[in-house]
Every structure is written in structure tokens, then in C-alpha cells.
């Protein structure tokens, strides 16, 4: 008898440590987001940007893993600008490692600037001469070009205006890339292409 009056105690004690323990598992996200929500009224800019930054990491890159870190870095922006208008995110991607390896200060001895190598309206490439005065007149300038995310907008409406005009992505990639040199800028790219898929 004395055996049963410990042990029925015993069993209410454990049945209640179940439950207490197994409201704490559920109710932590719960808690979580209270505390995020009370975050966002107190301070809407900063917990705004910091959700934005956590559901951009859990947004998986879609531009193929083989290519380098240095141009994976600029995962978002590529595909932006790429879903934007229309671009499959490798084929920039491959343009990009091309011409500037995913350095964003980089600078052509031709005077291209940033990551797509776009010839701007000043610097160097203000001395190429067309039949109706300077070449890139109508080109942003290079402090524009030098910022990663206006480079890539630019670059990547450039190569699809290109693409539109001239019926594909190889005759596209020509115009895109140096003059005098055939298509081997063009197939240099889509090598690139095939080969990081």
C-alpha cells in the first residue's frame, strides 16, 4: 500500500513534466515571433532589412555551383536583373567571369569598367570616335558603372537589347564582346556557359 501512495504521485509528476516540457517545444516559435513582431513596431526599417537579408540567404542561388565564388557573390543581382529581362542567370554569370572574374573594380586597358566591362561615355573610352562624334556618348559614366548593382542592370539590358536585335545569343555576344574578332569573344562565352552547367 505504501508502494502505491509513492508511485501514484510519481506518475502525476511525470505526466505533468511531459506536458510542461512539450509546451515548451511549441510555444518557442511562437515566443520567436512575438519577439520579431515586437521588433518590427519598434524599429520597422531595421527589422524589415534584416528579414529581408534572412529570406535572401534561405532563397537558394540558382546560378550553377561550378562557378567560382567570385561570381556567385553577386547571386542576387545577376538574377534580378537577368529574370528581369528575360536572361538565363548562367548566361551573365558566364559573361561576367569572362570579363571581369567577379572583380567589380575592374578596368580594362580598353577603358571598360566593372563586372560586365561596359564601356562607359568618359575615361578612355571617351577617345573612340564613330562617324557622328564619340562612340559612347549615350553610355553612363564611370562612377555609375564602378557601383556592382547599376553594372550589372546596365550590362544585362545591353545584352538583351542585343539579343532582340540581332535574333540570338550567339550574334549578340559579338556585338557584346570586342570588335575585330569574329566570334570568338561569342564562343569564348558560351564555352563558359556549357561547361559551368
Known amino acids: 500500500m505504501?508502494?502505491?501512495?509513492a508511485i501514484f504521485p510519481g506518475i502525476i509528476f511525470g505526466i505533468l513534466s511531459l506536458i510542461w516540457i512539450a509546451n515548451l517545444l511549441t510555444a518557442t516559435p511562437a515566443t520567436a515571433k512575438t519577439e520579431e513582431t515586437a521588433a518590427g513596431k519598434n524599429n520597422p526599417p531595421e527589422a524589415a532589412a534584416a528579414m529581408?537579408?534572412?529570406?535572401?540567404e534561405d532563397v537558394e542561388c540558382t546560378i550553377s555551383a561550378a562557378y567560382p565564388e567570385s561570381i556567385r557573390q553577386w547571386c542576387s543581382v545577376i538574377e534580378r536583373y537577368a529574370g528581369e529581362h528575360g536572361l538565363d542567370p548562367n548566361l551573365i554569370s558566364a559573361v561576367m567571369l569572362q570579363e571581369s572574374a567577379g572583380k567589380s573594380d575592374a578596368y580594362s586597358k580598353s577603358g571598360a569598367v566593372g563586372l560586365m566591362q561596359v564601356m562607359p561615355r568618359d575615361g578612355k573610352a571617351s577617345g573612340f570616335m564613330c562617324i557622328n562624334?564619340?562612340?559612347?556618348a549615350d553610355?553612363?559614366?564611370m562612377d555609375e558603372l564602378f557601383d556592382p548593382e547599376y553594372n550589372v542592370s546596365y550590362g544585362?539590358?545591353?545584352l538583351a537589347g542585343l539579343i532582340q536585335r540581332r535574333g540570338g545569343?550567339?550574334?549578340?555576344?559579338?556585338?557584346y564582346g570586342p570588335k575585330d574578332?569574329?566570334?570568338?569573344y561569342a564562343d569564348i562565352v558560351l564555352g563558359i556557359f556549357n561547361s559551368y552547367q
Open 133 to 136: 562624334g564619340p562612340c559612347f
Open 2 to 5: 505504501n508502494v502505491q501512495k
Open 156 to 158: 544585362t539590358r545591353m
Open 139 to 141: 553610355r553612363p559614366s
Open 181 to 184: 574578332v569574329g566570334y570568338y
Open 169 to 175: 545569343v550567339r550574334d549578340a555576344l559579338k556585338s
Open 52 to 56: 529581408q537579408n534572412i529570406a535572401a
